[in-house]
């Protein structure tokens, strides 16, 4: 571009010259026509791009894609894609979403995606019994506390709270942080005010905030308290976070080791999600080396009745807070043990960002499978309901036989059954629809979300790189 330049202003170019001149003082060339061609669109300016490697002017477009009342014929061009996260918007708008609408996924399963849940930053949830050290956890991660936090040895945080980064430190109340819409929490309007009255978000100016969003929940109560004295459905808004989430970390200490029947609900709540669960041996300090043997093996042997998975979970021992080790209890082996043990879990911390990317692809493929399969049940009743009469008694019965129905769903379309919901939360679901009233099932819409997830994911892979490296 250089030897252009010298060209331009009339310059013999020649090695001699070159030798003698500075290039650093030679200015760009001039390039006629591109003016012309930027005002017709036909080549796209560089610019700046956010975290999730969307830039700025296209996010009013892509902002566009999700506030078309009718997708069925929404195109898009590729040209509007600059990133990954752009190309799964594109996707979903285009083959998803049409298929969630049209089976009513939003009321089985989950709530149809905005574009604010893909251009949010990677959460890390924080679940425990009361005490057991989380807002002491987020603290020592911060150096410092958020907004409107409070730590002591009894049951302190009673509400859910969402840690950003922003311009300033101020807390925002739950139903406006909901009705936000760059906010990824619009689709928790639907556990009601109670709940609303109980999330607040806490937002500070802080580097790590930057990269990251923390969830601090409260204490998960023991008795009936958790289930009759919460005013929201307390399991629920748990799930619903452990779906949007990278990690969870599960917090013990050393003196509340006993998993209670509501906790082992909570637990219950994060399945299809064991990828991200860590647990947290906290407050390890406060027992001896031969004690703190004893309490890993009882953790080890409570788990292992809650979490029905054939993997051992990965337990981080430490005690995460900002008071020197108590070395006289533990001794040097055990200060140096949980030295280890919180690099490992910071270095664990510090790969979100970058594995964020990866993340959200794997849960969008999760997501369209468990549309598909949810099309394919929903194609399926309407299948066998009668045309004229006993429509009653014929929904009756595949409801009662509902298990049966997912058996025969499987065999026909050869789908694996650890894909298929689950059926007592289905069957309760169901009986608020009328059966003749669902779509019947369309192949062309289950051929787009397959082609989808053969063609356009990995093409689009291959197209972009990851934005987080």
């Given at each position: ?110 709530s149809l995606l905005t574009e604010s ?42 509400r859910f709270v969402v840690v950003m ?169 055990g200060k140096e043990l949980f030295e ?130």
């Amino acid at each position: 571009m250089q030897m252009i330049s010298l060209a331009q202003t009339g310059n013999q170019i020649s090695g001699d010259m070159l030798k003698n001149i500075e290039l650093e003082d030679i200015s760009p060339p001039v390039m006629e026509g591109l003016d012309e061609l930027l005002a017709k669109g036909k080549v796209q300016p560089l610019v700046d791009v956010n975290v999730n490697g969307t830039s700025p002017q296209l996010q009013s477009t892509t902002a566009q894609w999700f506030s078309q009342k009718s997708v069925k014929k929404l195109k898009i061009p590729m040209s509007h894609v600059t990133s990954v996260i752009d190309g799964l918007k594109k996707l979903y708008v285009e083959k998803l979403k049409p298929l969630e609408s049209t089976y009513r996924f939003q009321d089985f399963v989950s709530s149809l995606l905005t574009e604010s849940e893909f251009d949010a930053k990677p959460m890390i949830m924080l679940l425990g019994q009361y005490s057991t050290g989380k807002t002491t956890f987020i603290k020592h991660l911060l150096k410092g506390n958020y907004p409107g936090a409070h730590i002591g040895p009894e049951p302190t945080t009673d509400r859910f709270v969402v840690v950003m980064g922003g311009t300033d430190s101020r807390s925002v109340p739950g139903n406006t942080i909901a009705v936000q819409a760059d906010m990824p929490f619009s689709g928790l309007t639907k556990f009601g005010t109670a709940f609303l009255s109980k999330f607040e978000c806490s937002q500070m100016p802080h580097p790590l905030l930057e990269h990251i969003t923390i969830v601090d929940t409260p204490g998960v109560l023991s008795g009936e308290k958790q289930r009759t004295q919460r005013s929201y459905d307390f399991t629920g808004v748990t799930a619903w976070f452990a779906a949007k989430c990278d990690l969870i970390l599960l917090l013990f200490d050393p003196h509340k080791l006993d998993i209670s029947d509501e906790f082992k609900r909570v637990i219950g709540s994060l399945r299809g999600h064991d990828d991200k669960i860590r647990i947290v041996l906290n407050k390890a300090d406060q027992v001896d080396t031969q004690q703190l043997m004893r309490v890993y093996g009882a953790l080890m042997w409570s788990l292992g009745k809650v979490l029905n998975t054939p993997e051992v979970m990965r337990v981080y021992i430490g005690s995460f807070n900002d008071k020197p080790i108590n070395e006289r209890a533990v001794g040097p082996i055990g200060k140096e043990l949980f030295e280890m043990e919180q690099e490992d879990l910071l270095s664990d911390l510090k790969d979100i960002p970058r594995k964020a990317c990866d993340r959200r692809i794997n849960e969008f493929v999760k997501r369209a499978r468990a549309a598909k399969i949810h099309a394919h049940i929903i194609g399926h009743l309407r299948k066998e309901m009668p045309s004229m009469m006993g429509k009653t008694k014929a929904q009756q019965r595949l409801i009662d036989n509902l298990a049966e129905e997912f058996a025969k769903i499987q065999r026909e379309h050869h789908l694996a059954a650890g894909d298929f919901p689950n059926v007592d939360h289905f069957r309760e679901v169901l009986t608020g629809y009328s059966f003749d009233k669902f779509e019947r099932l369309k192949p062309k819409m289950i051929q787009a979300v397959d082609d989808m997830l053969g063609y356009d994911i990995p093409n689009l892979l291959k197209r972009f790189r990851n934005p987080y490296d």
